[in-house]
């Protein structure tokens, strides 16, 4: 699925936002300040994949174009910074939202009850959808990718940090949101 989505997103001609130069810039310097500042696409879930190289076991390693994030099917999907619905579309089975940002993208995959279209603005916090069920895995899990002039870049540098853990803390994960 995520070489299927990298592929998509990397050969997909996405429509520019109609748009003076100016928007276009505050928009990109708008969404470059915010890096290291931008909230979690779900409230609660563990990164199951970071982006870059992953190792399943001693045999299987492969590139994430973003990152994968494990959370509860059904639970809500927000956008992470205001933007243009740029396609709403099906890749391999499942749904794929991506949102411009100026020059920026990011990309929702796995979703579903998707309540925003092509062309739609919205803001920060907005519910664009809701985390799919996986049919082989439990709970769902949503990809979420980051693109500038489609150019991978790593989620989570751009990300809020989590909270640390605080001494005697149950939750041992540091991928915990």
Known sequence: MRTLLLAFLLTTPIPHLVAGKAHKKAAKDAFTVAKGHLPWPVQKGTILYHYGSNRIDDRVTFFSPGITISAEPGVAVCAVFDGEVSSVTIVDGKTV?????????????????????????????????????????????????????????????????????KPGSKETSSSQI
Not at 98 to 123: A, C, F, P, Q, W
Not at 151 to 163: A, H, M, S, V
Request: proline content about 4%.
């Open 97 to 165: 939202l991506i949102l411009r940002h100026g020059s920026y993208l990011t990309s929702y995959g796995n979703l579903v009850s998707v309540v925003v279209g092509k062309g739609d603005k919205v803001k920060k916090g907005t519910v664009i959808g809701q985390v799919a069920d996986e049919a082989d895995t439990d709970p769902g899990q949503l990809d979420f990718i980051l693109l500038k002039n489609q150019k991978g870049l790593n989620p989570e540098l751009w990300l809020t940090k989590k909270p640390r853990q």
